[in-house]
């Protein structure tokens, strides 16, 4: 088992930046891809960003290529999603997911989430 807690979300301005954290806790980190999704109220789940375990490969969804960007720390098992140039569309509950070994922008393949934090941004 695997618990995800996810933190850094709040208001902030169109253009503005945050940074989301994500800590594990339970089992081990390693060997996990962890992954950020983003639902939007009405709007299904969606992908957002994904990084594998060992060789640290980042895949993006097309809205947030060259805005956001995906890193872990296993020492501290922990993963962030830096969020720069924040649009209103951008405005939605973000949850951290934890799979095991290949990444997946397919939310159904994750096997653990986070409860969310919610992100808004003002125009």
């Known amino acids: 088992q695997v618990q995800l807690a996810e933190s850094g979300g709040g208001l902030v301005q169109a253009g503005g930046s945050l940074r989301l954290s994500c800590a594990a806790s339970g089992r081990t980190f390693s060997n996990y891809a962890m992954g ?54 951008d405005t939605a509950v973000y949850y951290c997911a934890a799979k095991r070994s290949a990444v997946s922008l397919s939310a159904a393949g994750y096997d653990y989430w986070g409860q969310g934090t919610q992100v808004t941004v003002s125009s």
């Not at 009405?42 to 960003?49: I, N, P, S, T, Y």
């Not at 872990?72 to 720069?84: E, F, G, I, P, S």
Request: proline share 6%; no cysteine.
């Open 36 to 89: 950020w999704f983003r639902q939007a109220p009405g709007k299904e789940r969606e992908f957002v960003a994904v990084v594998s375990w060992a060789t640290l490969n980042t895949y993006y969804a097309d809205p947030v290529k060259g805005r956001f960007t995906i890193s872990r720390d296993n020492a501290k098992n922990t993963v962030y999603l830096q969020m720069t140039s924040l649009k209103p569309e």
